[in-house]
């Protein structure tokens, strides 16, 4: 039997497989990469060669410009490809549009990155697919008990109510640009505001690409050149930062909220200044992850980017082998730095 880390192991570059000479969600520019999803803090532009789904090589090339690699490699979910000899497959995350677990065989052995990933349902993205394996890694941004998100449906009803109560105030949601914007419209949609939504200029391309995947956004207008004290009773989407700019402060008296798992502690929400958190995370929450590792059954977990003590404990109290791999470079949803341009 091999070794796992004779398949998949860390360096400062990023997961490196060594018998397939390529790595995984590589934070450095490598001759050869597999991405999981088009995060800033997964898929970096100047790598050689780069395979990822579909839709994630389409946000790479309009984030980042067409000759964002020399050799972009598309793969369907669940077609099998290889890598020198090492076989490969992609399974849907659930994270955001295109994201994808990335199952590496060689030799008998099955391990699986997880890349980001969330079990609840997403209107604009493919549902996670368990895959089993021996060795399944695993994020662990909301990795302690604290951590159980509310149904993003109900969070987003509390958006619609204060609409409802303050139909004077502007409401701007500061989202991030990558699947969260999208998420947050979408789900608008499904609770029934057919309105025009104002969109900050920052979200307009990726709006667009959604809308070309078959994801329907409804009627959207950008928020630049709006007069004075604009937008009552209406809703604009925009990237964090930009809730907290000058660029707010041209909208008539606006309830500030920000869509992010962590708005379920209060003291970001403070620290912000958030007036209406809304708790809606693109992420498992701590019961989404056991949950996964108990349907899995993996040999093993590996854990990574996050808070990996608490599912070490809960591996060890529940049997099951666990290890902290902590890769280094990945954030929670790392994002204003691409995405925040003047409106």
Known sequence: MIRPEDLLHPTPAGLYCPPGEFYI??????????????????????????????QTLAIMAERYGADFTLQPQSVEYGEATAINGVDLRLAPAG????????????????????GDYKRRRDPTCAPFEPVPCHIFISEATFGLPVFSHPPAEEEVGRLVRSLGQFPERA????????????????????????????????LERLNALYEREGVDLGPLAPTR????????????????????????????????????GWMGVKARARQRGVELPLVVSDHADWNELTATFTEIKPEQIWITHGREEGLLRWAEIN?????????????????EALDVRPD
């Open 225 to 260: 050149d709006l007069p004075k004290n604009a937008l009552g009773g209406e809703v604009a989407i925009a990237p964090p930062s930009a809730i907290q700019d000058r660029w707010a402060r041209r909208f008539a008296d606006p309830v500030t909220a920000f869509a992010s």
């Open 171 to 202: 409401h701007l949601v500061g989202a991030y640009a990558l699947g969260k914007a999208q998420r947050i419209i979408r789900l608008l949609r499904e609770a029934g505001w057919d309105r025009t939504i104002y969109v900050h200029g920052a």
């Open 319 to 335: 049997g099951q082998k666990a290890r902290a791999l902590r890769l280094v470079g990945y954030d929670e949803e790392d994002e």
């Open 25 to 54: 969600d590589p934070v450095r520019p490598v001759d050869r990469a597999v991405i999981t999803h088009g995060h800033a803090d997964h898929a970096r532009a100047g790598h050689g060669a780069v395979l990822a789904t579909r």
């Open 95 to 114: 994270h955001v549009l295109g994201s994808a677990q990335v199952e590496v065989r060689w030799k008998g052995l099955i391990m699986v990155v997880s």
